[in-house]
């Protein structure tokens, strides 16, 4: 069995937890959701320049009492700063904000069209300077991952997306791990929209589990890395236990029949 602190290899060789925290909105509660989280075994801090809290992840590593280098910090240039080309000066932002030597992985927040070639070229550069351990993509689908695939020299390492039992991206999902690229969902449980589902409630008295873990559960169980975000204690820690149980392939069949295609961000629409 897994645990919260297991690793997928990247097709670097890095490692990286199958399970993270997300920080989007979390404001001033920052600091204590992610030192609350290190604490409960979670080693994957996934934030962005666009979140407005890197100092706080920053300080929170610093102050959690685990090294630097057994935490997995993610974080990604924002659109305007591709727009304009400003792309390295965006990481050399976020790593003053972060207060760190390092990212471990530096992801393309969104592709921002006529830019994708650009922006990966940034990146492949702060790979070979070892600035960033790692570098992906966000909010790609699989025409974007082509187009890489096709002008890179780096291929991602990662493609983070939405992904929920209401937006499961299976065909993405899978393309991904075809490609050896390791799918990564934000809003893994949907912003809590499919916590009230019948499915998820009638697996969740079965398991003796919560909704919110059936679903992390199910994205673990399918190769996928969640970020669930919060900033209350006792769920941060009920997210985190999701390792103790298995659902059956049944099961997971049913889960991704929930599918309604609940689509918060539509990555050909980028205009934000
Ligand atoms: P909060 O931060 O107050 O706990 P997602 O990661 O899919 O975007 O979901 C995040 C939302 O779900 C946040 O509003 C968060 O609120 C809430 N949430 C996180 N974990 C749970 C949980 N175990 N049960 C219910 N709601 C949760």
Redesign the pocket.
Known sequence: MQTISSTVTLNNGVKMPVFGL?V???GE?TVP?VQCAIQNGYRLIDTAAFYLNEKEVGEAVRTCGVPREEIFVTTKVWNDMQRESRQREAFEKSLRELDMEYVDLYLVHWPIPGKIHETWKVLETLYEEKLVRAIGVSNFLEHHLEELSVKGNVAPAVNQFES?PYLNRKELRNYCLSQNIVPE?????????A?EEPLLKELAEKYGK????II?RYHVQNGVV???????E???R??AEVFDFALEGEELSRLEGLDRGDMHGDPDRVDW
């Open positions: 997300g989007f909105e979390s509660s959701a929920h969902a934000w809003s893994p449980l949907g912003r809590g929209a916590l919560t909704p919110a873990q992390l969640p970020i669930p975000k919060s900033v209350r006792e769920r941060i009920q997210n």
